[in-house]
T-cell receptor, first 115, second 109 residues
């Protein structure tokens, strides 16, 4: 069964460092998403991506964040200068077309720890 | 501002029992409402997608209902199993994709 994969499973970084979180969405999906979940809190939407551009983004997704689909399979989230409060679980998801009617499939997440 | 409120925050029931989880939403306009199951430390998994025209939808032992007039949805779990222990999250997928805080369900043997 196709699934969304994410690497690494756990990333530890120093405050101020750049991190890149990687996702491989399901191969025939066209819509891609990043979410974060701070420990003990609810899942929060960060950004959605379609046709090689951002379609929606939340207030959390400021200039420190960027997304990219560098090739036909990977979807990345970059945090330029990490802050302590960026420590969270980051989930990637993908869905088919149309996005509102189709199920989103989530990856297993990357746990980011900023020291 | 669209909001999704869930109750109860947590629930403990015995294995084999039924339970119902509630979700109130303020989504407008409405396209669909989703229920997810999230095991600890894992990504959410879709259970149901309810459209405006659907009153009820089942997925195995999970049955979701929707009352568009009162803007309430519920998720009913029948004959609970230990593996049902998880967080159940109601989601408004429109625009900024709003997740509820979830109901933490504990099934005791």
């Amino acid at each position: 069964e196709p699934e969304v994969t994410q690497t690494p499973s756990h990333q530890v970084t120093q405050m101020g460092q750049e991190v890149i979180l990687r996702c491989v969405p399901i191969s025939n999906h066209l819509y891609f998403y990043w979410y974060r979940q701070i420990l003990g809190q609810k899942v929060e939407f960060l950004v959605s991506f379609y046709n090689n551009e951002i379609s929606e983004k939340s207030e959390i997704f400021d200039d420190q964040f960027s997304v990219e689909r560098p090739d036909g399979s990977n979807f990345t989230l970059k945090i330029r200068s990490t802050k302590l409060e960026d420590s969270a679980m980051y989930f990637c998801a993908s869905s088919g077309d149309p996005p509102l009617g189709n199920e989103q499939f989530f990856g297993p997440g990357t746990r980011l720890t900023v020291l | 501002k669209n909001q999704v409120e869930q109750s109860p925050q947590s629930l403990i029931i015995l294995e084999g029992k039924n339970c119902t989880l509630q979700c109130n939403y303020t989504v407008s306009p409405f396209s669909n409402l989703r229920w997810y199951k999230q095991d600890t430390g894992r990504g959410p998994v879709s259970l149901t997608i309810m459209t405006f025209s659907e009153n009820t939808k089942s997925n195995g032992r999970y049955t979701a209902t929707l009352d568009a007039d009162t803007k309430q949805s519920s998720l009913h779990i029948t004959a609970s199993q230990l593996s049902d222990s998880a967080s159940y999250i109601c989601v408004d997928p429109d625009d900024k994709i709003i997740f509820g805080k979830g109901t933490r369900l504990h099934i005791l043997p």
